[in-house]
């Protein structure tokens, strides 16, 4: 695990900066626990009866980043890549069809559609969309920090999940 490079933002950063950099931390953090593996390994649950993996990790946050990005922020019709009505979770239902490829390439696209939109905002500027639940607002803070969040929490299990495939541990 060592040609992902991660920057920690600097630390007397302004507030954009600084949660823009821990986000693409994150970001980077998770690419890093998923590099030098093989799709099969990708696809290897953590240990029964859960059916968490590495590649659905990866797929769950393309979704999120789209779900946050694209339709709450800038309000755009843009459907689940891998969810459906009958699968809720389809992120994380990966098979033997499902390819590394296929999952970092529409990861990354989401990630590069969030950073486009976000570009537009300013950090107390409210989402043009609304919550699909609750129908709340948030601004772009509120959005960047709950991504932080979501990305920090699914970096703990990726580390698990590394660990138990190859015993390669890090921070």
């Known amino acids: 695990m060592t040609s992902i490079e991660r920057h920690e933002p600097p630390t007397t950063a302004d507030e954009r900066t600084m949660l823009e950099g821990w986000l693409d931390y994150h970001r980077q953090t998770l690419a890093w626990k998923c590099e030098g593996l093989t799709d099969a390994q990708l696809r290897t649950a953590s240990a029964a009866p859960s059916e968490l993996t590495l590649m659905g990790l990866v797929r769950h946050m393309a979704e999120v980043e789209r779900s946050w990005y694209r339709r709450v922020l800038a309000n755009e019709d843009a459907g689940a890549i891998y969810c459906t009505d009958e699968d809720a979770d389809g992120d994380f239902h990966v098979s033997e069809a499902d390819t590394w490829a296929e999952a970092r390439a529409t990861w ?64």
């Open 108 to 171: 990354e696209a989401e990630i590069e559609a969030a950073r486009r939109n976000a570009a537009r905002f300013a950090l107390d500027d409210l989402t043009e969309g609304k919550h699909r639940r609750t129908g709340e607002q948030f601004n772009l803070r509120w959005l960047h920090t709950h991504m932080i969040e979501e990305y920090a929490r699914h970096n703990g299990h990726a580390d698990l999940l590394r660990e138990r495939l190859d015993g390669a541990t890090g921070d």
